[in-house]
């Protein structure tokens, strides 16, 4: 394992997480991760905004403030086709910034919660 870094090697992905605060304080709030052993990268999740699908289009008001290109996202499923699954990543700020957005499936949320699919 590498050793962690310092605050102070940390600071592209610091500094990236200060411009995103201050320029898309408008939008709601994704989970955060930044890392101590990769200190030029913020990870940005969001995880079922909520069941209606709306994940997907929080997803593009944040790919757009951050200046992504569209054809960069990629879409993938998981948990058994249950999780739709957008991610892109590029530069901001100085940093590497990968957006992540989760969104169970509209028909998967009905059979979990008792429903017919």
Do not use: K
């Amino acid at each position: 394992m590498s050793e962690a870094l310092t605050l102070e090697e940390m600071a592209p992905a610091l500094r990236a997480l200060r411009f995103i605060a201050v320029e898309c304080a408008h939008l709601p709030a994704p989970f955060v991760h930044l890392s101590p052993v990769d200190g030029a990268r913020v990870e940005l999740s969001l995880h079922d905004v909520d069941l209606s699908g709306d994940t997907f289009n929080v997803f593009e008001m944040w790919r757009e403030a951050l200046g992504m290109a569209s054809g960069a996202v990629t879409f993938r499923v998981q948990a058994n086709g249950r999780t739709r699954v957008l991610r892109v990543t590029g530069p901001y700020g100085g940093a590497e910034v990968m957006l992540t957005a989760y969104a169970t499936d509209p028909a998967a949320a009905v059979t979990m919660a008792g429903g017919a699919a």
